[in-house]
């Protein structure tokens, strides 16, 4: 079992432990000497290390570092920029004769991918529209097996094993509730786009089964999900038979979900199922950063500062 997890490092102490790696690479310092630098991570978070005064020799073997392996480090927690660091002096890859726990080093959704997966198909069933059914079914089976690992992101919310299910599920539990409020809504159409919005993300990155993204692909850096989910709607309307304005509508949702140019989003949405879409995406993206955030605090206390929270320190109540 593990000794030392990231969120229990401490400026001064020695460690030798295993981590997974997240990113990895030999770099040239300010003064002409090269380094390595890899994020290291287990469940409760990630951590950077540094190797100093890497020399040609093993500067080979160390850039074989690869996204998703284990590691076994030593070294000594020091503090950069109020955060802990490893400064690694000596690392090498887990072996068969290592005793790991994969459980250890995965960030994992708090329920199971396949009941997740079943929650959302069985909504998928539900919806009475037979095109918006049709769509959302079909995205659905064709991409079960890598939706029951992926995360939502690299490195932003839901960047977890089984992320984007997480998130799609509870998007789909807050669109029913906002369905009931606000009559106005469809609740075919918003419960279709809730469940195709970020389909794309499948494509746009690359992840392991470890739900770990290696690298965004090349159409992912060129495109992004917003656009190759356009591209995969325009395809799957043409073979199911959509009409345009079934199309371009579920479109539009896909490229104005994130609402400002900056963000990505050419459009703004134009429809109250697009607008109702984007703040459900906000509302719980911005509140598992919240959650993730806080449960390393202690009541009455506050987190360190969280850069997808605009640098806030949060707040944990006494209760």
Known sequence: ?????????IPGEEITEFFIVKRAEV?????????????????????SGKKWDVDGAEEEGLSRYKVGEIVKVRGMITEWNGSPQVRISRIRR?????????????KTAPESPESMFDYIHERAEKIEDADFRAVALALLDRNKDRLLFYPAAKSNHHAIFGGLLYHVKRMLMLAERISE???????D????GVIIHDIDKLAEMDADENGTVREYTFEGQ????????VRTI??????????????VMLEHMMISHHYEAEYGSPKKPLFPEAEALHYLDMIDSKLYDFEDALVPVVPGGFSDWIRTLDGRRLYKAMR
């Open 222 to 229: 060129m495109l992004g999900h917003l656009v190759m989910g």
């Open 189 to 192: 159409l918003l419960a279709t």
């Open 1 to 9: 079992m593990k000794q030392h997890y990231v969120r229990d490092l």
């Open 94 to 106: 887990s072996s068969d004769g290592d005793i790991l726990e994969m459980s250890d080093y995965l």
């Open 181 to 187: 409020v606000y009559t106005v809504l469809n609740s």
């Open 27 to 47: 770099k040239t310092g300010a003064n002409g000497k090269q380094y390595f630098d890899i994020l290291l991570g287990d469940k409760t978070g990630d951590v």
């Open 234 to 247: 325009d395809r799957l309307a043409a073979e199911l038979g959509l009409s345009n304005e079934k199309a």
